[in-house]
C-alpha cells in the first residue's frame, strides 16, 4: 500500500537532481518534485504521524521554486539604483536549503522511526548514514556559496566538488528511499 508513495519520494528527488531546459523553460521544474514528495508524504501520513510535519516544508518548497519554471540567464538586473536580483535569488536559494534539509530531516526521522517498531536495524542505520552524509555535506555546500561569490572562476572548483559529492549524497537518499519501498511498502 505504502510502496507507492516511496516511489513518488524516489521519483521527486529524480526530478529535483536533473535539469532539463528547452530555451528559458525548465520542462523538470524542482517545484515538480516537491509536488511528488509531497503527495507520497500525504500518503504516507497514515503510515507514521511524523510524515505530517513533512507536507508543510514540502508545500513552502513548491511555492520556493515555482520561479524556477522560467530560467533567466540574467540574475543581475537592476531595480531601481540599488536592489540587485541576484541576492534576492541567492537569499531564496538559501531558504530553500535550510527548509530542504528539514524535509530531508522529517522524512529519514520517519524511515528511522518504523524501521525501530519494525525492528530493522540495518535499514535504520543505512537511513541515519544517509541523513548525516547529506546534512554535512549540504551544510559544507550552503557555507560555501557566498565565498565562492568574491572568489576567481579557477578557485571555484571548490563548489563544484563539493558539488558533485552533494549529488552524490542525494543519490544515497534516493537508494534509501527504493529500500524502504521493499522493506517498509507494506
Partial sequence: MYASSYNRLFWGMIVLIFHINLGPINVLPNFAGYMLIYSGLNILSSQHKIYEKG????????????KDVWHNKDNSIMIGSSYN??????LI?????????YLIYIICKGICELCRERELDSLMTNTADAWKFYFVISLIFLFSIPFSINLPV???IFLFIVGMIKGIAIICIMVMFRKCRVQLGT
Fill in 55 to 66: 507536507k508543510l516544508p514540502a508545500i513552502i518548497l513548491v511555492i520556493l521554486t515555482l
Fill in 85 to 90: 536580483l541576484g541576492l534576492v535569488t541567492m
Fill in 93 to 101: 536559494g538559501a531558504v530553500t536549503a535550510v527548509v530542504d534539509l
Fill in 154 to 156: 579557477g578557485y571555484n
